[in-house]
C-alpha cells in the first residue's frame, strides 16, 4: 500500500469515529456512510425507509459527493421532497477498488465542505 493510500484510510478511520460521535453507531463501511449523507441530503431525518427508498437514498448520497467533483448536478426536488440528479460529466472507468477509492476521497470532501470536519 502506498503512503497516499494509507493516509486515506487513515482520515476514512478518523471520519467513522466522527460519525460515531454524532449518531451514536459506528457505519460498518462506506455504503453506510453514503446511505447517512443520502438520508441528510434528503432533510427528513432518519425514520423507516422501505428497501426502494433505502437504494434512492444511496444514488442521492452518491450523486452528492460526486457532484463535488463535478460528476452530478441537481437537476430537481420532487413534490415528496425528494432530490434528483443529472450525469453531467461521464465518470472515468474503474475498477472496484478505484470506485470506492474516488468515493471515500469524495466523501471526506463532502464532510470538509458541507460540515466544516477537517479529517488530517
Not at 453506510?32 to 437514498?57: A, C, M, W
Not at 430537481?76 to 478505484?98: A, M, N, R
Amino acid at each position: 500500500m502506498f503512503k497516499k493510500d494509507l493516509d486515506l484510510e487513515k482520515r476514512w478511520g478518523k471520519l467513522l469515529l466522527a460519525i460515531e460521535e454524532v449518531i451514536g453507531k459506528k457505519p460498518a463501511d462506506l455504503n453506510g456512510v453514503i446511505f447517512i449523507i443520502g438520508v441528510q441530503e434528503l432533510g427528513q431525518g432518519f425514520k423507516n425507509f422501505s428497501k426502494e427508498q433505502k437504494q434512492d437514498l444511496m444514488h442521492i448520497g452518491i450523486c452528492k459527493v460526486l457532484s463535488l467533483a463535478g460528476f452530478y448536478e441537481l437537476d430537481f426536488i420532487d413534490q415528496d421532497g425528494w432530490p434528483h440528479w443529472k450525469l453531467v460529466k461521464e465518470l472515468p472507468f474503474f475498477d472496484v477498488l478505484e470506485q470506492e477509492k474516488l468515493l471515500k476521497i469524495q466523501v471526506l470532501d463532502y464532510f470538509e465542505q458541507e460540515f466544516e470536519v477537517i479529517i488530517k
